[in-house]
């Protein structure tokens, strides 16, 4: 569906047949206006109508409210997106479900300290954010030996975009469906559920905190309408929400890092970026911005937004105001710098022009008060929105020349190597950094480890005492997929492995990109695929020494329905002898899927 994101949950409609019939007719009427171009066509890459039509209504609805279609459903009212949902669905909406009771514990112990004990906390495996794991319990030779052990279902939504978090003995997951689960990370059984104002697809992070009278540990996260939480971990009762944006196209994407008592808050805007070419929107407002939040009460610390303030331009030919600059979201979890006290975050690209010396480049800020120290742009002029033109002429909307979207999505990686600090990461131009966090972010070493591709993203990297890894989205290219690595100290490239056969049915959706975060244990890193494999390849020579194929059906220990599709956003996290992961991103990017993965050792 090719337009973009609505604003509020849509709730149960009784029809009588004839009334239904009109819905359905009502709901064809919104298909052929705003969704067929893209779902008819073949080549658009989309999921065809049939596709479409194996999907619940709720989870089509989630998908235009909170999910990979956002974009799509900015434009379209509450009753265009039920009765198209209901169209392509073939019934009506259902009741908003309560909170799943099924396959609780049979008793949930109080949590023990999340400083102590298997974790993986936060987007990184720590504010660091070099998805590293040391002592995870499972190591290269270990990784044959994997077995899937429980899978479970997100109810009520086609993509499973939020990596999970392990702490003081709980399992942490959440879904575009808006609920937030506490498991046990041996046998999945449910502790609790929260069920947050919109869809969550970041990463979790759990801290300590003090709040009324009560304290303990926190899990934090962030939803699509830019709202900030903290929810008790041991209850799943909530502490406090902070919206940290106003506009309406701003989300958190992002992972909030928590640090010494604070929480940093990235905010991006997709749904105004979608925006592009259309004539009757006042593009562009959105500035993509940080906030520091106080753990305790979520009280606003500082704020920093990445470029300026929106200005009047002209009026395009339909008497449109237009507005820029715009752009400049955060999609990533910041990274904390505790030596030099401050917290770098990578930006994305110009919405509208003027374009912005901040944009597509690392920012670092002082830790207590959000100045910038300084400011390292690896792209310039990078104006995009969706269905600009290469070349504008008549629509003050788009860019007179449009930028190639190669924006930063991935976090900084703050690695070390041969006693001296690094900050590595990946661009959807395909190209590898290292900057010197002590000379202002000066270019240390860069890689091309792909063609580039505007289209998906390049999630995270992951560094170790010796190499850096990068998965290779290069989705509108030939050739996508692969894995590289090189030596951390100098950018050498140490070996590469191209991409393996496709898992899934040849199909507009099925892909070999491989640009989902990669994780690094002893011996061997992973990543996921969008053609649904999850494959270990050893550290030493690329060679492929595990693989997993999502694309089916599980049966599930919460009941719900689930199903395994496409690898991307977030990658595998490995705590205590288990590696997890969710399968099915969806949309434009890959097949759709609702599954979290439990692997353990026989």
Known sequence: MCRTLGSTILMLAFFTPMAFAQQVA????????????????????????????QLT??????????????????????????????????????????PSTVNRCAITPAMADPARGPSWNGWGNGPENTRQVKAGGLTAADLPRLKLKWAFGYAGIDSARAQPAVAGGRLFVASENSEVHALDPKTGCLHWTFRAQAGVRTALSVGTYTNAGRNGYAVFFGDSRANAYAVDANSG???????????????????????????????????????????????????????????????????????????????????????????????SSPTIDAARNLVYV?????????????????????????????????????????????KSVDNPNCPAVRGPDHDLSSSPALSRVNGRDLLVLAQKSGMGYALDPDSEGAVVWTYRFG??????????????ERQAYFGVADLLTKQPGGIRAVNLAT??????????????????????????????????????SLDGGLRAYSATDGSVIWQFDTNREFNTINGVKAKGGGL????????DAMLYVNSGYGGFIGNPGNVLLAFGLD
């Not at 009762?237 to 008592?261: C, E, F, L, S």
């Not at 920093?304 to 303030?309: D, G, K, L, P, V």
């Not at 040849?506 to 975060?517: H, I, K, M, V, Y």
């Open 346 to 390: 990578a930006v994305g690209n110009n919405y509208a022009e003027p374009s912005q010396p901040t944009t597509d480049a690392v920012m670092a800020l002082d830790l207590p008060s959000g100045t910038v120290k300084w400011v390292r742009q690896v792209t310039s002029n990078d104006t995009w929105a969706f269905g600009c033109p290469a």
């Open 237 to 331: 009762q909530p502490i406090w929400v902070r919206k940290v944006d106003d506009h309406r196209a701003a989300g958190i994407t992002g992972a909030p890092t928590y640090h010494n008592g604070r929480l940093y808050v990235p905010v991006q805007g997709i749904g105004e970026e979608g925006q592009g070419a259309r004539l009757g929107y006042e593009c562009c407002t959105f500035r993509g911005s940080i906030s520091a939040l106080d753990a305790n009460t979520g009280t606003v610390l500082w704020k920093r937004y990445t470029i300026e303030e929106a200005r009047p331009r002209e009026r395009n030919k339909e008497g449109v105001q237009t507005w820029g600059p715009a752009g400049g979201g955060i999609w």
């Open 57 to 98: 209504p709720e989870a089509i609805v989630t998908s235009l409210n909170y999910g990979r279609m956002t974009i799509q459903g900015f434009i379209l009212t509450d009753n265009e997106k039920r009765t198209v949902a209901e169209f392509l669905a073939g019934r009506t909406i259902g009741p908003p479900q309560p």
């Open 26 to 53: 009502n709901g064809e009427a919104v298909y052929k206006a705003h969704c067929a171009s893209c779902h008819s066509q073949i080549t658009a890459g989309a999921p065809n109508i049939e596709t479409l039509r």
């Open 491 to 528: 950018g050498e490239q140490l070996w590469s492995t191209e991409p393996q056969t496709r898992l899934c049915a040849p199909a507009p959706t099925c892909r070999a990109g491989q640009g989902a975060a990669v994780t690094a244990i002893p011996g061997a890193v992973l990543s996921g």
């Open 568 to 575: 991307d956003g977030p990658g595998p996290i490995v705590v």
């Open 451 to 464: 063609q580039g591709s505007a289209m998906g993203g390049q999630y995270g990297v992951a560094t170790d």
